[in-house]
């Protein structure tokens, strides 16, 4: 049997390896997990009434594309959030899940030639499905550093020409997983105008944009519809796992210009897996309701005071200014995370599962990814642990 060894090239997926490297270890305490973005906070109450009240749907084929409801929910949000205007029909995609998103993005969007082969850029560390949406049509993943003397966010303009010349896509998530950095209007305004330029797409992964410390971080859509920019060229994805603590409703979008919204569609009918009709209904209610999201929020600023009191004595501590991640220098990411499982059960995730070699250097090696979805006292407990094993 002959399989394709167009993947060959990425590591296994981070979660395996990390079971690989501690599993065969007894935790030195009672386990804290502190590894996987799933959001522990209650999601809103009124979400088992809705169902409730839509269960007759499940005896219907879903809507594919998104109910009209759904689809005017996500647009009004985008609205009051970004001030956008953004077509509910045409400029939106309700998705199952982001990462069904952005994997099929790159599938219906990258051409198959592009000054020869097309490249796809990504941050590096990055979001593993980036990396295998290339691969699998085809593309030049390039992975582009998103380290401290960068501002934890890709240099993209710092590339070779003939590497810009043959870019097809970018994608890039702010505020940032792991690192936590937000791109500034400034940094958008300077990734959209290099696309211009060298007329590539901008895939802008906006997940965690609702869990933010002051200000809230501001779009590339915002920027791009502000810039007068060609309006194919952002296509941004955001879910409700996050902003809402619904990881299991598996709901996101996509919006962007008319026209990769409609190759997106045309794939989608073919490939995809819509979100069933009770389920869309409880989203649109969800986006529509911004006090959960404003509690969430105010929870997670209580994990991040938690944290800067913790790591206060810690030189190395840089407090993130979004999501819920800690993106914590040690050393060496594996060892500290091998040997923290061992002294205390804590178990964290090694930076460099999180990216890729290149030129022999990882950029996450030096790193441990923190998160900081625990309830507080677990939380803070397992902070506690970790800075007095690791950096005492």
Same mark, same amino acid.
């Given at each position: 049997m002959v399989f394709p060894e167009r993947f060959s090239a990425l590591p296994d997926y981070a979660f395996p390896r990390l079971r690989a490297l501690l599993d065969v270890h007894e935790p030195g305490g009672d386990p804290i997990a502190m590894t996987i973005g799933e959001p522990q906070h209650k999601f809103p109450a009124f979400v088992g009434d809705v169902l409730a009240q839509n269960l007759s749907g499940f005896n219907k084929y879903p809507v594919n594309d998104g109910s009209a409801d759904l689809l005017q929910a996500i647009s009004d949000w985008l609205t009051l959030r970004y001030s956008v205007q953004v077509d509910a029909d045409s400029q939106i995609l309700a998705l199952n899940g982001t990462r069904e998103g952005l994997y099929n993005a790159c599938m219906a969007l990258c051409p198959e030639h592009k000054n020869g082969k097309p490249v796809v850029l990504t941050p590096n560390p990055f979001y593993q499905v980036y990396a295998v949406a290339a691969l699998s049509v085809g593309a030049e993943p390039i992975y582009v550093p998103a380290t401290a003397s960068t501002g934890f966010l890709p240099d993209y303009a710092s590339l070779p020409e003939d590497v810009l010349n043959r870019t097809a896509i970018c994608y890039i998530c702010s505020p940032a997983n792991p690192q936590g950095a =937000? $791109?500034?209007? $400034?940094y958008w305004e300077n990734l959209i105008a290099l696309a211009e330029k060298y007329d590539f797409k901008i895939f802008a992964d906006e997940c965690y944009s609702e869990i933010f410390r002051d200000i809230a971080p501001v779009g590339a859509l915002q920027v791009a519809q502000e810039m007068g920019a060609d309006p194919e060229r952002v296509v941004i994805f955001h879910s409700l796992s996050k902003r809402s603590n619904l990881p299991g409703l598996r709901s996101g979008f996509a919006a962007g210009g008319p026209q990769s919204i409609a190759r997106l569609k045309q794939l989608r009918n073919y490939s995809g897996a819509p979100l069933p009709a009770p389920l869309q209904a409880v989203a649109a209610a969800v986006w529509r309701d911004e006090a959960h999201v404003q509690d969430n929020r105010a929870q997670y600023h209580e994990k991040f005071a938690i944290c800067d009191e913790v790591f206060a004595d810690v030189q190395a501590y840089n407090s993130p200014e979004a999501g819920f991640f800690l993106w914590l220098p040690v050393e060496d990411g594996e060892a500290a995370s091998l040997?923290?499982? +061992? +002294?205390? *059960? =804590?178990? =964290?995730?090694? *930076? $460099?599962?999180?990216?890729r070699d290149v030129d022999g250097e990882n950029p996450g090696k030096g790193y441990i990814r923190v998160a900081l979805v625990a309830p507080k006292q677990d939380m803070q407990r397992g902070l506690i642990q970790l800075r007095d094993c690791i950096y005492k």
């Open positions: =937000v $791109a500034s209007r $400034a040997h923290l499982w +061992q +002294q205390t *059960g =804590v178990r =964290v995730l090694p *930076g $460099a599962y999180l990216a």
